[in-house]
């Protein structure tokens, strides 16, 4: 891989090939950064989450709830704690916070996706540009030969094939990647909506049985 590499930038390639180094370059970027933020950041289970901090509260009130939220670096605690800071408020300002807050925390849910597609659409441009630099090169040669040489041709052609086979190799996997980390993120922001819409579906009901 690493000659075909070299082979392209040297022959009909050229410059595109540095361009197709610059895009797996940033897509490896953003695949390490979306691991550590998907996997180990937000790996708390939202769900699982809600059921822990709701015995909490039932069985220790309100203020012990702040505080495990507050021993929890997941951006779905910071969410759930708002709505315990705003559980005396009503429904509405319960709703109101959760809102505000979850555009806020969850924003990093989608940081560098938007580029992590576009390389995916960017890198099998580059290599088809590359393969057309490399055909005009290859047939100015056969025009400086003045005969059509096959060995010539193919050659020419071979070079200049490269980049679109780099092209395509950095774009797939970037596209499942992408398409799997968008599950993730899509999961994990339905399940941060159920369980704040839960939280604030058990205070209320909590403080209807109070106030029986």
Known sequence: MITDFIQGSEGGGGFVMWF???????GLALILERLYSLFM???????????NLASTVDSQ?????IAVCNET?????????????????????????VSRNAAIELAFLDRGMA???????????????GTVIGMIT????????????????ASGIST????????????TPLAIIHIL??????????????AASGLIDYLIESSAKRAK
């Open 160 to 171: 200049a094939l490269i980049t679109t086979k780099w092209g395509l190799m950095i774009a």
């Open 61 to 65: 009130g309100v203020d012990a709830g």
């Open 181 to 194: 980390f968008s599950g993730k993120v899509a999961g994990y922001t339905r399940d941060m909506e159920e």
């Open 73 to 97: 670096p997941a951006p779905v605690a910071k969410i759930l704690k708002s709505v315990l800071e705003k559980a005396d408020k009503g429904k509405d300002a319960m709703e109101e916070v």
């Open 138 to 153: 290859a047939f100015a040669a056969v025009a400086a030969a003045g005969e059509v040489e096959p060995t010539i041709v």
């Open 20 to 26: 197709l180094l610059l895009c797996a370059v940033l």
């Open 41 to 51: 950041r937000a790996r708390l289970n939202p769900r699982t989450f809600l059921e």
């Open 115 to 129: 580029l992590l597609n576009g390389l995916t659409t960017v890198a099998p441009f580059l290599g088809f540009l």
